[in-house]
T-cell receptor, first 114, second 117 residues
Framework: EPEVTQTPSHQVTQMGQEVILRCVPISNHLYFYWYRQILGQKVEFLVSFYNNEISEKSEIFDDQFSVERPDGSNFTLKIRSTKLEDSAMYFC????????????FGPGTRLTVT | AQKVTQAQTEISVVEKEDVTLDCVYETRDTTYYLFWYKQPPSGELVFLIRRNSFDEQNEISGRYSWNFQKSTSSFNFTITASQVVDSAVYFCALSDSFSGNTGKLIFGQGTTLQVKP
């Protein structure tokens, strides 16, 4: 069964460093998402991506964040200058369509900023 | 505004008990979708069910059942004869056309279910 994959599973970085979180969505899916979950809290939407551009972003997704689909298979989330409060689990998701379709989530990347 | 409320933060039951997880949602849209996801201790999010706003029929899948009531804006989830493996955090989520037409999911706070042997 196709699945969404994410690498790395755990990333530790120092405050101020840049990190790139990688995702490989399900191959025939068209819509891609990043969500984050601060430990013990709910899952929060960060950004949606369709047709090679951002279609929506939340207020969390400020200028420190960027996404791209560099090669037609990977979908990346970059945080330019990490802060302590960026420590969270980051989930990538993909779906075949918009809101009527279920989103399939990857296993997540746990980001720890020290 | 869209909102999902899961008022039960934690529930603890003994194996074989039935348990119901509550979910109440808010949306201005007439077309929307509701979802339940399971997050086991390993951390991944596992899709359980999707329900559209025009289909109020209850659904049963093995020991799982869902009760959708538009009149009370609720989409509750019942596990019958709970098992230890059901221990997880369960999230209810909403997607509607007000979600910027991008399909983003709005999650509730989650309910932590602990099933004791």
């Amino acid at each position: 069964e196709p699945e969404v994959t994410q690498t790395p599973s755990h990333q530790v970085t120092q405050m101020g460093q840049e990190v790139i979180l990688r995702c490989v969505p399900i191959s025939n899916h068209l819509y891609f998402y990043w969500y984050r979950q601060i430990l013990g809290q709910k899952v929060e939407f960060l950004v949606s991506f369709y047709n090679n551009e951002i279609s929506e972003k939340s207020e969390i997704f400020d200028d420190q964040f960027s996404v791209e689909r560099p090669d037609g298979s990977n979908f990346t989330l970059k945080i330019r200058s990490t802060k302590l409060e960026d420590s969270a689990m980051y989930f990538c998701a993909s779906s075949a369509g918009r809101f009527s379709y279920e989103q399939y989530f990857g296993p997540g990347t746990r980001l720890t900023v020290t | 505004a869209q909102k999902v409320t899961q008022a039960q933060t934690e529930i603890s039951v003994v194996e074989k008990e039935d348990v119901t997880l509550d979910c109440v949602y808010e949306t201005r849209d007439t077309t929307y979708y509701l979802f339940w996801y399971k997050q086991p201790p390993s951390g991944e999010l596992v899709f359980l069910i999707r329900r559209n706003s025009f289909d109020e029929q209850n659904e049963i899948s093995g020991r799982y059942s869902w009760n959708f009531q538009k009149s009370t804006s609720s989409f509750n989830f019942t596990i019958t004869a709970s098992q230890v493996v059901d221990s997880a955090v369960y999230f209810c989520a909403l997607s509607d056309s007000f979600s910027g037409n991008t399909g983003k999911l709005i999650f509730g706070q989650g309910t932590t279910l602990q099933v004791k042997p």
